[in-house]
T-cell receptor, first 115, second 114 residues
Framework: AQKITQTQPGMFVQEKEAVTLDCTYD???????LFWYKQPSSGEMIFLIY??????QNATEGRYSLNFQKARKSANLVISASQLGDSAMYFC????????????FGQGTELSVKP | ETGVTQSPTHLIKTRGQQVTLRCSSQ?????VSWYQQALGQGPQFIFQ???????GRGNFPPRFSGLQFPNYSSELNVNALELDDSALYLC?????????????FGSGTRLTVV
């Protein structure tokens, strides 16, 4: 069965510091994609970064990078130089290619950035 | 290009009633998915519509149903509302392509069942 696990219910980070949010996944399918979304209190899911299972390099998008360790089935999000506006819920999600467009989400991590 | 709009933003219903939630699709997208997000949880996949037909369904009972229209907008209908249906309902549009990862989410509809 496909599953996403986020083991950190809440995290604190000092402004301008880097923070890593953990995500492990479980699937037996060789073709899948991994996503990270930010959800502020307004509710909208904001796309941050994507990693395909066959991508050779770790994905990066500005201050966001994804530490993809395929053998360990982990896809941790690294946010560099944290800003106060980064305070939000963060969700890791997986899409298995042969199951259409269904996204499987983890439980989320609430990130709080301290000034 | 327009994003995804959901309406209404908030809704209060009584147990046993029926509700219809609406979602517009982003320009250029042809697929709409619906998710239920209970308080403090991650979103759960309800179903997906492509070319006006249901194209994948999660573990939700038949009283959750939907429609997709020719302009790719969509409705989620829930009959016989239960207290546990209280949640944020998110809609996401995308372009059906096995290599695509462009999901655009709306801000959701917060449904409270009393």
């Amino acid at each position: 069965a496909q599953k996403i696990t986020q083991t950190q219910p809440g995290m604190f980070v000092q402004e301008k510091e880097a923070v890593t949010l953990d995500c492990t996944y479980d699937t037996s399918d060789p073709s899948y994609g991994l996503f990270w979304y930010k959800q502020p209190s307004s509710g909208e899911m904001i796309f941050l970064i994507y990693q395909g299972s066959y991508d050779q390099q770790n994905a990066t998008e500005g201050r966001y990078s994804l530490n993809f360790q395929k053998a360990r089935k982990s896809a941790n999000l690294v946010i560099s130089a944290s800003q106060l506006g980064d305070s939000a819920m963060y969700f890791c999600a997986m899409r298995v290619t042969n199951q259409g467009g269904k996204l499987i989400f983890g439980q989320g991590t609430e990130l709080s950035v301290k000034p | 290009e327009t994003g995804v709009t959901q309406s209404p933003t908030h809704l209060i219903k009584t147990r046993g009633q029926q509700v219809t939630l609406r979602c517009s699709s982003q320009s250029g997208h042809n697929t709409v998915s619906w998710y239920q997000q209970a308080l403090g949880q991650g979103p759960q996949f309800i179903f997906q519509y492509y070319r006006e037909e249901e194209n994948g369904r999660g573990n939700f009972p038949p009283r959750f149903s939907g429609l997709q229209f020719p302009n790719y907008s969509s409705e989620l209908n829930v009959n016989a509302l239960e207290l546990d249906d209280s949640a944020l309902y998110l809609c996401a549009s995308s372009f059906r392509d096995t290599r695509s990862y462009g999901y655009t989410f709306g801000s959701g509809t917060r449904l409270t069942v009393v």
